[in-house]
Nanobody, 116 residues
Framework: QLQASGGGLVQAGGSLRLSCTASGSIFSVGSVGWYRQAPGKERELVATLTNDGSTNYAGSVKGRFSIARDNAKNTVYLQMNSLKPEDAAVYYC????????????WGQGTLVTVSS
């Protein structure tokens, strides 16, 4: 259902934009979000965006990351600026909500590596 892309290797201070494309128009219905999991750590919330446009960011990324949605392209983006080595992780996109029934989809993850 969800296909994440855009990860890669970047130097500290650099930028990346992650994309998550859905096979249907689910992003316009419910909430979307990005999560990340670093080696040896639990998966953590990075940013969420509700269907009414409300956003929520982890304190560690606030002011540096930005989540946005393009309903026409069924795509959610995570713009990551001023990257730090501690931002390195596998990033996962998520979509959840209710259409005919509740749904909760995860993308396959995209790896972000930040060199110091």
């Amino acid at each position: 259902q969800l296909q994440a892309s855009g990860g890669g290797l970047v130097q500290a201070g650099g930028s990346l934009r992650l994309s998550c494309t859905a096979s249907g128009s689910i992003f316009s219905v419910g909430s979307v979000g990005w999560y990340r999991q670093a080696p040896g750590k639990e998966r953590e919330l990075v940013a969420t965006l509700t269907n009414d446009g409300s956003t929520n960011y982890a304190g560690s990324v606030k002011g540096r990351f930005s989540i946005a949605r393009d309903n026409a392209k069924n795509t959610v983006y995570l713009q990551m600026n001023s990257l730090k080595p501690e931002d390195a992780a596998v990033y996962y996109c998520n979509a959840n909500g209710v259409t005919n029934e509740p749904y909760n989809y995860w993308g396959q993850g995209t790896l972000v590596t930040v060199s110091s």
